[in-house]
């Protein structure tokens, strides 16, 4: 018997926390036949293979892996190997309620909708359920892949993910833009309650997130090809006034300084972590503006080649 739903949770190198995220669905208050699990590692190498094979759980679980393709080529895979109607989309470092696969299942008894859950962040891994929802988890998103769900239909009708988009970030807003212009509506489903994992910043860990902004940026520039509007443009704060107030916020090149991780390690020992978190999200925006700078210089030299070829 075919599933209802099919939740799709691409990976790549969580495996703790993939495990716990697929064990947290083991909770689920609906019927196991109901809904399937389709895991795709995007290339991994920290043992999430192994430990797919060693758990035992009630629900159909389907495990593919390929090698790098970014998180759109991982979900479009997981997309066609589908067996429900429904696709429910989450990451791998979210942790849901029981009522996550009935509250989705339950949204779509309306046509054409996309149905999206909140999503509370915490850094409380022994304990996440008890972290509160607050201001900043607010999001305005019409689709976001950390917990959102739509008809296989609309999806397969708008053309999946953009694998264009083969680094982190903006693929799922796209298609998200694409999900509305074929007139989909979006309702939210409070019930659907997604724990996000976030680990609490560290300056040991600064070098992952300013990678990860820095291809945020890069695929920025892919977004606003696919839909050049000014709304886009200002989305992704592609604009005179953002790279400006970056330079001055970053004025003598100072994130990358050398000195800079030693001063913010310093602040982090003596407890200032209010001040470290203000000072690396300076840092990371500065990242993720020089992504999109040299995103837009390589199309600018490509162009420039173009021209000269003829």
């Known amino acids: ?73 991982a979900r479009n895979l997981a997309i066609k190997l589908a067996r429900g109607e429904i696709m429910i989309f989450i990451d791998s470092d979210i942790l849901v309620v029981p009522e996550f696969v009935g509250a989705h299942l339950a949204a779509h008894k309306e046509p054409k909708v996309v149905a999206v859950g909140p999503v509370v962040h915490t850094d409380n891994l022994d304990d996440p359920y008890s972290t509160p929802f607050k201001l900043t988890d607010i999001s305005g998103a019409f689709f976001a892949t950390g917990n959102a769900s739509v008809a296989k239909e609309h999806l397969l009708e708008a053309g999946l993910f953009d694998e264009a988009f083969n680094q982190y970030g903006w693929e799922d807003l796209e298609l998200g833009h694409r999900l509305r212009k074929l007139g989909l509506r979006k309702v939210k489903v409070p019930e659907a309650v997604g724990y996000h994992y976030k680990e609490r910043l560290k300056v040991a860990s600064l070098p992952r997130h300013r990678r990860r902004e820095w291809e945020r940026g890069r695929m920025a520039v892919v977004f606003v090809e696919k839909d050049p509007s000014w709304a886009t443009r200002l989305q992704v704060e592609m604009s005179p006034i953002m790279f400006g107030l970056d330079r001055l916020l970053s004025i003598g090149n100072w994130p990358n300084a050398q000195c800079t991780q030693r001063w913010l390690q310093a602040l982090e020992d003596r407890g200032w972590h209010w001040l470290v978190r203000v000072l690396v999200r300076l840092i990371t925006h500065h990242d993720y503006m020089e992504g999109m700078r040299e995103a837009l210089r390589e199309r600018e030299g490509a162009r420039k080649g173009r021209l000269s070829d003829n």
């Open 1 to 73: 018997m075919k599933p209802r739903a099919s939740v799709i949770i691409p990976t790549y190198n969580r495996r703790e926390l993939l495990r716990r995220a697929l064990l947290a669905l083991a909770e689920s208050t609906v019927p196991f036949e109901d809904f399937e699990v389709i895991v795709v590692d995007d290339g991994s190498t920290d043992g999430t293979t192994e430990m797919i094979n060693s758990l035992g759980l009630p629900y159909d679980l389907a495990y593919e892996r390929h090698e790098r393709k970014g998180p759109a080529g």
